[in-house]
């Protein structure tokens, strides 16, 4: 199994333009997170889907960002408008059965926000 | 409010010697995670604690959960260079919106 695809791998984008971040899960997984790694504040949890549905989307900073997960397949995070303090890297990571199954997590997108 | 903390944060440590990390929790679970990241890559899972007393071992590495004192430990034999990384522990929040909260996580570093 090729693991957790994402993609791009580093993005670096100016101020006030929007990104997107995408991600294929582990294929027959049915759960999949988005995680926020920074040296402040570590590593969060944004969202996570069960089944493609949002179960829990409490870690979502602002309405500036935005998840989706039309199918099983794929997913994706966006930042509209985006702004410096969202410079991160951002991990997808996918189970079989939700949280307390393990986490396989994806290399990561590197977010520069000029 | 969930609270994980490790300590120490960072850890320097000569190889052969042995060192445990320390893995406190600030709420009731029954389920904790450990994971491996090295610099600049993603988090690899290392090991899953499901239950009070529950050990877990992996070549050089052991880990260990009391959940009645609420404090996971990560041991390390003999440490050899390759096992330099950022451990971090993870706590299942458990309930109706059950997340895993990860601890700030542990810095290794095995020199010669």
């Known amino acids: 199994d090729a693991g957790v695809i994402q993609s791009p791998r580093h993005e670096v984008t100016e101020m006030g333009q929007e990104v997107t971040l995408r991600c294929k899960p582990i294929s027959g997984h049915n759960s999949l997170f988005w995680y926020r790694q920074t040296m402040m504040r570590g590593l969060e949890l944004l969202i996570y889907f069960n089944n493609n549905v949002p179960i829990d989307d409490s870690g979502m900073p602002e309405d500036r960002f935005s998840a989706k997960m039309p199918n099983a397949s794929f997913s994706t995070l966006k930042i509209q408008p985006s702004e410096p303090r969202d410079s991160a890297v951002y991990f997808c990571a996918s189970s079989w059965g939700g949280v307390t199954d393990t986490q396989y997590f994806g290399p990561g997108t590197r977010l520069t926000v000029l | 409010e969930l609270k994980v903390e490790q300590n120490p944060l960072f850890l320097s440590m000569q190889e052969g010697k042995n060192y445990t990390i320390y893995c406190n929790y600030s709420?009731?679970?029954?389920?904790l995670y450990w994971y491996r990241q090295d610099p600049g890559k993603s988090l690899e899972s290392l090991f899953v604690l499901l239950s009070n007393g529950a050990v877990k071992q992996e070549g050089r590495l052991m880990a260990s959960l009391d959940t009645k004192a609420r404090l996971s430990t990560l041991h390390i034999t003999a440490a050899v260079h390759d096992l330099s990384a950022t451990y971090f522990c993870?706590?299942?929040?458990?309930?109706?919106?059950?997340?895993?909260?990860f601890g700030t996580g542990t810095r290794l570093q095995v020199f010669p």
């Open positions: 993870a706590v299942d929040r458990g309930g109706n919106t059950d997340k895993l909260i």
């Open positions: 709420t009731t679970s029954d389920r």
